[in-house]
């Protein structure tokens, strides 16, 4: 929805309200999210810019929701830009390219001679008043490139030199071989779209698209031909010609004058600059307690969802902030997962130690045996001893000795350090164990935290973590698992797998296929060992922490394209999202077991298969026609 022709919609505003205006403050809303405070025409007017995948956007923010940054915060963007960017002038605005869903923010700030500069980790809001007098000094021109392309977004900080400065995301060579976001490298722009300009699009052009699929969906073939043009804009179009979104090709060529003039009518605001903000809310039905719900928005009208309630802003970026919600929501889960992660992190931390200490005391116990071999050999050669004697060698063996002990007591101190070791080897393998399975777990609820989208999804991670650290609590450090809690206690009846955290994200494809994606850990359990049927599919990332992904089939035949499918979700939601390719392994739900005494969501399987894969959205896959 927030398309190219939305974000061309909400430059025109930016360029009307800020253009020449001064920023005052830059906060860091979240990793991916930075808020720019500008005074201009009068006003202070609040920018938000947000990389994040689920809803990457710019647009003006209303003065209720307010702002707020943690100062106690900072990424290497965030000091950059308070350095060369606060208390700059906005002096352009603009797209990289006509029809391109990436914008331009130029800054240009004078720096006099001899005036030392506020350090970029300042957190004082305080700016000083432009300096009037004729200073020597230097004019330095950035610009900030936001780049709004689903998984592939990104804020990227670029100099006058056309050097990236930095970059929320950074994107070295093992994650794109064709274009690296790194800083020193020259920002080169994502390739253009090999695509017709609808703009100046002729009747001859038009027809030639069409011939060339006669038989496929109008929309998809306006979408996959016509530079800018979403599948939302093009189901606009399809219905504005042909009175229908699901007409075919062939059945558009003889309204060919219609689908010119409904083309030319969604781009001309481009020109004109007359767009009308629009939003689209499904109604409240009190019979299955549904409320209003925001559905779709768009800078233009969209006849084919006229059965939908509609409200119109005068502001863009008024639409776009009401129908993502009070912006505010944006900061509170950007640092509600900031917090919970490290926390996370520092008991993974914590465990990561334990660890290592158990991994010395295994191999302590591995030298066990060479304690008792000295210790029975002492005894043997006893009276070969002299007193005050340091070492003793028999039998291809040099033992240390104590020159200060007896024979006796020299022999009785290796077989103490036997028994001991003795005695925590019988507990060490399954401590580590359990140890090992922590870290997995805790790996697991920082790749689905990062991965979270949704309050409750974030929410729920948060009681699995309170969860689970209580059932730590209950179990000293020193004591391996009870088999009670391995087993379960007889008699005791166990809640539901998924219990509170939700239901499951659910998606239909074409042949009426179901697949089912969990995005916590108790929703992993869920979708694998309640939902789905032994003859089902299990997807999940190869060797990376992730969602569990099953395709509930709809017939025996199962379908390849389903498949590839699923494994493109598995991959999107996965700790490989970012990645050009990531391996997924396939198996018969059947062949997935739980590990016993692991946290929820933690499996082991046989028989599986692996493919390899580009990380894809729902979104990516609607427009290719796999779901419905």
């Known amino acids: ?349 914590r465990l990561a130690g334990r660890e290592r200490s158990l991994a010395i005391e295994a191999q302590r116990a591995e030298e066990a045996e060479r304690w008792r071999q000295w210790g029975e050999a002492i005894y043997a050669y006893a009276w070969s001893l002299a007193p005050g004697q340091q070492t003793l060698v028999a039998d291809d063996l040099t033992v240390p000795l104590d020159p200060a002990l007896t024979p006796s007591e020299n022999a009785q101190e290796y077989f103490e350090r036997y028994r001991k070791a003795q005695s925590a080897a019988a507990n060490i393998p399954a401590l580590l164990e359990e140890t090992r399975q922590g870290i997995a777990y805790l790996d697991q609820l920082l790749i689905l935290l990062q991965l979270a989208e949704q309050f409750d999804q974030i929410a729920a991670l948060d009681r699995e973590w309170q969860q689970w650290q209580q059932r730590r609590q209950r179990q000293p450090d020193n004591a391996a698992p009870p088999k009670h809690q391995q087993r379960g206690k007889k008699g005791q009846q166990k809640p539901p797998r998924g219990a509170g955290a939700g239901k499951p994200q659910t998606l239909r494809t074409r042949g009426g296929h179901q697949i089912f994606i969990g995005h916590t850990s108790a929703q992993n359990d869920a979708v694998t060992f309640d939902i789905a049927g032994p003859d089902d599919s299990w997807l999940h990332s190869r060797g990376v922490p992730g969602s569990h992904v099953i395709i509930k089939w709809a017939s025996n035949q199962q379908d390849e394209q389903v498949i590839q499918a699923a494994a493109e979700l598995a991959a999107y939601y996965s700790g490989g999202r970012e990645a050009g390719r990531v391996e997924v392994d396939h198996a018969a739900r059947r062949d997935v077991r739980k590990i016993r005494g692991a946290g929820p969501g933690m499996v082991t399987y046989r028989n599986e298969y692996t493919v390899r894969v580009s990380p894809k959205s729902e979104a990516e896959l609607r427009q290719r026609g796999i779901l419905e």
């Not at 006058?160 to 929320?168: T, V």
């Not at 599948?231 to 979104?245: C, L, V």
């Not at 030319?264 to 019979?287: F, H, K, Q, S």
């Open 1 to 349: 929805m927030y398309d190219a022709l939305m974000l061309a919609a909400i430059i025109d505003e930016l360029n009307d309200t800020l253009l020449d205006g001064k920023v005052q403050r830059v906060l860091l809303l979240d990793q991916l999210s930075v808020g720019i405070e500008v005074y201009a025409n009068g006003a202070r007017h609040q920018l938000l810019l947000s990389a994040n995948a689920s809803d990457p956007r710019l647009h003006l923010v209303s003065r209720e929701a307010k702002l707020t940054g943690d100062p106690n915060k900072v990424t290497p963007l965030l000091l950059l830009l308070r350095k060369w960017v606060r208390g700059a002038r906005l002096v352009r605005i603009y797209q990289e390219a006509p029809l391109e869903r990436v914008a331009c923010l130029r800054f240009a700030k004078f720096i006099p001679y001899g005036v030392p500069e506020s350090s970029p980790d300042d957190t004082s809001e305080t700016i000083l008043d432009d300096d009037e007098t004729a200073l020597d000094g230097e004019l330095v021109e950035t610009t900030i490139v936001v780049e709004i392309m689903g998984r592939h977004s990104n804020l990227i900080l670029v100099g006058s030199d056309g050097a990236i400065m930095e970059s929320a995301k950074r994107v070295p060579a093992r994650l794109s071989r064709v274009r690296q976001i790194l800083p020193k490298l020259p920002y080169t722009p994502a390739p253009p779209q090999e695509k017709a300009d609808p703009r100046t699009l002729t009747a001859d052009d038009l027809t030639a698209l069409l011939t060339a699929n006669p038989t496929g969906q109008l929309h998809q073939i306006l979408v996959s031909t016509l530079r800018g043009i979403s599948p939302q804009i093009a189901r606009e179009i399809a219905f504005r010609a042909t009175g229908s979104i699901r007409t075919k090709a062939e059945a558009a060529f003889e309204q060919r004058p219609a689908l010119l003039r409904a083309i030319g009518e969604i781009v001309a605001p481009l020109r004109t600059g007359a767009w009308v903000p629009t939003l689209y809310l499904r109604p409240a039905d009190e019979l299955n307690h549904l409320a209003i719900t925001p559905v779709a928005f768009s800078p233009v009208p969209l006849f084919y969802l006229r059965e939908m309630q509609e409200e119109r802003f005068n502001s863009p970026s008024a639409l776009v902030e009401r129908f993502f919600g009070a912006t505010a929501r944006v900061q509170a889960h950007g640092q509600r997962k900031d917090a919970l992660a490290a926390v996370i992190q520092g008991e993974r931390e």
